[in-house]
């Protein structure tokens, strides 16, 4: 589901046409959805009913500062990988006993910020990291509650650079591991383990994999009571996939919920779960200028003034995105193979090849479609290309959300050495 339609032949967000919104801001430039964003929570939430449940919006996914206040209001707390992740989640309004930290390598800097800070939870992946915690905690005279990462070997997810959940993979500790941690924390001051967490992958769209997942960290539950362990926390991770092709479908929410409900609810315990993707991929669109077209070796080219350092999923995952003329072609127009490229100095600026498409001319305006998960997130000033700029749409209205990037602030903290 997604609010970018045609209104009169304009492809619009919401109401308002992408047209405007490029002649204002200029190009390129991601624009989200407000309404997208809060539909996505809203389903998520409701297939998830009946569940004593924190939907913890995973800020790698979009770490603006609008979408991620637009979900705190709703809400959702935060999943954070990084000390910056866990500032620009409260600085945009999200408590901070709604903040999740995870990740397989946490500085000591960050561990006591976020200890010291009293969010909800520290997601712990290795004994190391467990005994680390729970030093510094000693220190500031704190317990820290913390889950422990499992790794309950399964494959998932859309691309080998997205799964997690793989036995030899680097994330998560193996049951066992995770067994032994649970005992040796007996000995350990400064930290509370109050469960498990799994995250296996990202674009999942199957759930079974995520039930053979959920039904390893219910067995582990069991398991771990049976030898005296007080469970009460389960975290789900994130990773349900999203819509990126028109025909596409996406993971079946109902059925995520009653799974959730059918092998975790009996445990009574409060669960986590991370969405990223799910909750603003369809949120967010590219917009983009096509700059000159040229034949090469009866290839049809567009070269755009949209590059891989704007939106690295194509030449980073091969990901697929749906491109739209801002101006609709009119039905029945030829298509014809388009290959669509950044002006980056690197082959793999491609962004699609030989795709049928309508003719596109130099000037015309693109929009590459959802785009709003893991694309300005990923932004990069390779080339020093300024970052795009942001805006979200609410309504009929919009705003910029983020100034695209000036050239004194890309050079900022540069210096010359004078060594003189
Ligand atoms: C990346 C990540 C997520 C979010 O993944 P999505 O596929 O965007 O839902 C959630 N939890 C953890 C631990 C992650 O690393």
């Known amino acids: 589901m997604r609010f970018f339609d045609y209104i009169d032949g304009e492809l ?24 997208t964003l809060e539909h996505h929570y809203n389903v998520l939430k409701a297939a998830l009913h009946g569940l004593d449940i924190n939907i913890a919006f995973a800020i790698k996914a979009n770490s603006n500062a609008a979408v991620i206040a637009t979900l705190a209001t709703m809400g959702a707390g935060a999943d954070t990988v990084s000390e910056g992740e866990i500032l620009r989640a409260m600085r945009a309004g999200v408590p901070s006993n709604r903040i999740v930290f995870s990740g397989v390598g946490k500085t000591k800097r960050e561990l006591e910020f976020a200890i010291k800070t009293e969010i909800h939870q520290i997601n712990v992946e290795s004994e190391q990291e467990l005994i680390t915690i729970a030093e510094i905690a000693n220190n500031l005279g704190k317990v820290q509650n913390v889950v422990i990462r499992v790794n309950p070997d399964v494959e998932a997810g859309g691309h080998s650079k997205i799964a997690t959940g793989y036995a030899t993979s680097k994330f998560g500790v193996s049951p066992a591991t995770a067994f032994a ?119 049809e080219f567009v070269v755009i003034d949209a590059a891989m350092n704007d939106l690295l999923r194509p030449a980073f995952y091969d990901a697929y995105h749906q491109i739209l003329a801002v101006k609709e072609p009119p039905i029945g127009a030829n298509l014809m193979p388009i290959t669509v490229v950044g002006p980056i100095c690197e082959t793999g600026d491609t962004f699609t090849v030989d795709r049928p498409m309508a003719k596109v001319n130099p000037d015309d305006l693109l929009a590459f479609m959802s785009a709003g998960a893991y694309g300005f997130a990923m932004a990069s000033t390779y080339n020093s290309r300024p970052l795009a700029a942001e805006v979200m749409v609410s309504g009929d209205k919009w705003q910029v959300v983020r100034a695209r990037q000036s050239y004194e602030d890309m050079w900022q903290g540069e210096v010359i050495p004078n060594w003189g």
């Open 12 to 35: 619009c967000a919401e109401t308002v046409p992408l047209r405007a919104i490029a002649e204002a801001v200029g190009t390129p430039t991601y624009v989200y959805s407000k309404a």
């Open 181 to 299: 941690m649970f005992e040796n924390a007996k000995q350990l001051s400064g930290v509370k383990i109050c469960g498990l967490a799994v995250h296996i992958g990202s674009q999942i769209i199957d759930i079974a994999p995520m039930r053979a997942a959920y039904e390893a960290l219910a067995l582990m539950v069991q398991q771990l009571r049976l030898s005296g362990h007080a469970i009460t926390r389960l975290d789900l991770g994130g990773g349900l996939g999203a819509i990126y092709d028109d025909k596409g479908e996406g993971p079946d929410l109902e059925a995520y919920g009653q799974m959730v409900r059918e092998i975790i609810g009996p445990l009574g315990v409060k669960i986590e779960i991370e969405p990223g993707r799910l909750i603003c991929a369809n949120a967010g669109v590219l917009l983009a200028r096509a700059l000159v077209t040229k034949a090469n070796g009866g290839r």
